[in-house]
């Protein structure tokens, strides 16, 4: 039986990695990037990309020793940490980049491999040279993946060769003076940096391999960062060499001159190809593992995902490189290509850098065997996008559109899997921290925030209900929905999944949605309100309907006298059936010299309506009951004074009833008969006398339209409407 083949640290990871980090920018364009940047410029750019290069390697290897690592590589590890939808897109960015730089590898082939026959210097003949090869190439790896990975160790054996061979070259080009800075006539560093930085994404090549190792937690870390560190120092090394070695001004315009300087130049050459083929190879190899890893998961077409042979190689996924890799051939440009792949990777390396970030301060389940500090991650996101604003920003947002339009369509395309969402993680830890704060700074008297136990019952009408419970709330409030199901027995609660409630009122409001079994809708409701909820987000308010023909209930009565013993603001609607609540466009505010508290909850309610869309800035009308023949001017300044405070635009109205002493609802019923909404404060009482008042109450609701009564809790002020024993009052009758 035949056994999957699998590859070690050395073969899997660092000789793929380095053979594409030593590759086509270190021949063809480091020359040119020394005599442009000069040596300083030059380091500094190397340092800047390395930045990104090792936060983003070791980001990656501490992910890949935290979770099973399967084919596809950095897609793997973005889908099985932050998602699908953020890995996916991601994906998709590192394979075409993986593609295309496929085009930079062939392409600067061609360039030296042209020059040394004499074949020709033109564009199209680098397009020619370039596509046989990539042609030759992707037969190579359609034959084995075994056979191209092992012909990179002869490969490797002729960079070392070439590298020795040029350190031990002539100095006959060597400058006068070292060039330390950029000339006057260099190109620019931004445009330096991002045809350089294709040479430090080749480490990207090894974690591509991840389904195809025998330990990827092991090798992953270990081969990614010794190719990392590796190139950093042959790049300075060769940097600082041919600053003192070769004419700044040489440098510039000869892509060959590695060659011209080398002691034994057919071994530069040697390693020219090999250097640009390998890199090739690895992103044939890589570039379709990533394909055939996202379309497993469904991220693109299943299509790619068919592999064949007991290594189910990917090659309906290579045949797409093949296209892509090609197109990037007719573009026949190596600088523009360069700077092309530079920001599909620099954006690809941001937000792995970002998912680390994310991963180890957010998700508790995070513990990977290789650790390193979490401003790692957070630096290599910055500098990403730092880098990427500063070559090239309309570039840099593009990409970023590109990617946020691949994320939001996985997103509707609901691609899941049964892995761990970082996301998740994130707001659970951001809740938390939350919470702690606020349950740190408990302060009573401080603006209420609405926190609404709803009990909205099922009826034609519930809608109302909702819709007014969700305006009360204002736009950071929070509202709870309870359905209870009356269960005598009650042997069995639901299951936990089975108490929420998800329905499109409730999505489209806003409004959390829970349903429990209750021996008795009343103990019921005493229960919810007496343990739901948790530090920091305690309920604060309790809404339901009105409860009409419940006048006599003993079992409602006890349900009262709890919850005002609990302290809870009470909010009862009485809804009118045939008005509904009219235009919404008119709302009554009723007070009396004992709605103190009640009154200042009012006005909260009176701005939160102002502020919903749905009023569209309604007319709002507070009014008082003059019983004592106080000076109108006096309750209207002071009433003026107490809405100022809570800016909310009123009419102010007083009503004088000293003379006739007309009942206060009998007054209400005179003057907001065809208000859309009113809302009367529940006054104190003795619960005996609950009766009469529900009594009272139905008669008033006869007559006008939905009205909402207010019951505030002890946190609200006490709003002075006592104008008999106010000092005005009294400085009026000296």
């Avoid at 061609?110 to 199209?124: A, I, P």
């Avoid at 250097?275 to 190899?285: F, R, V």
């Avoid at 408990?442 to 519930?462: A, C, K, R, T, V």
């Avoid at 209900?465 to 009650?490: H, Q």
Wanted: charged share 15%; glycine share 8%; aromatic share 10%.
């Amino acid at each position: 039986m035949a056994t999957t083949k699998k590859f070690g640290t050395f073969a899997g990871v660092f000789t793929p990695s380095i053979l594409t980090i030593l590759g086509v920018i270190m021949y063809m364009r480091l020359g040119w990037v020394v005599g442009n940047s000069g040596l300083f410029g030059t380091i500094a750019i190397i340092f800047i990309a390395h930045v990104i290069a090792v936060t983003t390697g070791l980001s990656v290897s501490s992910v890949a020793t935290d979770k099973k690592i399967g084919a596809g590589g950095i897609y793997y590890v973005l889908s099985r940490s932050m998602g699908i939808p953020i890995g996916g897109s991601i994906g998709i960015a590192i394979f075409v980049g993986t593609a295309f730089s496929i085009s930079l590898y062939l392409i600067g082939f061609s360039e030296s491999f042209n020059e040394y026959f004499n074949l020709g210097m033109t564009t199209n003949d680098f397009r020619i040279t370039a596509s046989i090869a990539l042609l030759s190439l992707t037969i190579l790896a359609l034959i084995s993946t075994s056979i191209a990975l092992k012909a990179q160790f002869f490969i490797l054996a002729a960079i070392l060769i070439s590298i020795l061979s040029i350190f031990l070259g002539t100095t006959e080009f060597a400058p006068e003076t070292v060039n330390l800075l950029p000339s006057e006539n260099s190109v620019p560093l931004e445009m330096v940096f991002a045809i350089f930085f294709p040479a430090v994404t080749g480490f990207t090549a090894g974690i591509a391999m991840s389904g195809d190792l025998k330990d990827s937690k092991r090798s992953i870390p270990m081969g990614t960062l010794m190719a990392i560190g590796v190139g950093l120092l042959v790049y300075l090394s060769l940097a600082i060499f041919l600053a003192f070695a070769v004419d700044a001004e040489l440098l510039k315009t000869d892509y060959n001159i590695l060659m011209k300087i080398a002691l034994f130049a057919p071994a530069v050459v040697a390693g020219i190809w090999g250097a640009t083929l390998s890199s090739a190879i690895g992103g044939i190899l890589g570039g379709p593992r990533i394909l055939q890893a996202m379309s497993q998961d469904l991220v693109t077409p299943k299509i790619f995902g068919r592999g064949k042979g007991v290594n189910n190689e990917p090659v309906n996924a290579l045949l797409l490189v093949f296209v892509i890799a090609e197109l990037g051939i007719l573009i026949g440009e190596l600088d523009v290509i360069a700077r092309l792949v530079s920001m599909f990777y620099l954006t690809a390396y941001g937000f792995i850098n970002i998912c680390y970030f994310l991963e180890s301060w957010a998700n508790p389940d995070f513990q990977p065997s290789f650790k390193i500090k979490r401003w790692i991650g957070l630096l290599g996101f910055i500098a990403c996008f730092a880098v990427m604003f500063k070559l090239d920003t309309t570039a840099m947002l593009a990409s970023l559109a590109v990617i946020g339009a691949l994320y939001f369509g996985l997103q509707r395309k609901e691609v899941k899997l049964q892995s761990n969402d970082v996301w998740r993680s994130v707001w659970e830890n951001i809740v938390n921290k939350g919470l702690k704060k606020i349950d740190a700074q408990i302060d009573e008297h401080s603006n209420w925030n609405p926190n609404i136990i709803l009990f909205s019952g099922q009826s034609d009408h519930q809608h109302y209900l909702l819709e007014l419970c969700k305006t009360v709330s204002g736009r950071t409030g929070m509202v709870t929905n309870f359905k209870l199901i009356v269960d005598k027995n009650n042997d069995k609660p639901l299951k936990r999944t089975e108490q929420v409630v998800v329905n499109e009122d409730f999505k489209e409001l806003g409004i959390f949605g829970r349903q429990l079994k209750v021996t008795n809708i009343y103990d019921g409701i005493t229960n919810i309100a007496s343990t739901f909820g948790f530090s920091g987000v305690e309920p604060n308010t309790i809404m339901m309907g009105w409860p009409k023909g419940l006048e006599n209930s003993k079992e409602y009565s006890k349900m009262t006298q709890t919850l005002l013993h609990l302290d809870y603001n009470l909010l009862y609607l009485d809804f009118d059936l045939k008005t509904k609540f009219g235009n919404y466009d008119t709302v009554d505010l009723w007070w009396r010299e004992t709605d103190s508290k009640n009154a200042e909850m009012m006005l909260n309610i009176a701005r939160f309506i102002i502020a919903s869309p749905r009023w569209n800035n309604p007319h709002i009308r507070v009014l008082f009951v003059n019983n004592n023949n106080v000076d109108k001017t006096i309750i209207e300044t002071k009433i003026s004074e107490l809405v100022d405070d809570l800016r909310v635009n009123v009419v102010i109205k007083i009503i004088n009833n000293a003379v006739e002493q007309m009942a206060f609802y009998d007054i209400i019923k005179e003057q907001s008969a065809t208000t859309d909404l009113t809302l009367v404060g529940i006054p104190n009482f003795q619960i005996e006398k609950q009766a009469k008042f529900v009594l009272r109450t139905n008669n008033l609701f006869e007559t006008i339209g939905s009205t909402l009564l207010v019951k505030a809790a002890n946190n609200f002020n006490v709003l002075d409407l006592d104008f008999i024993n106010s000092e005005d009052f009294q400085n009026q009758n000296a």
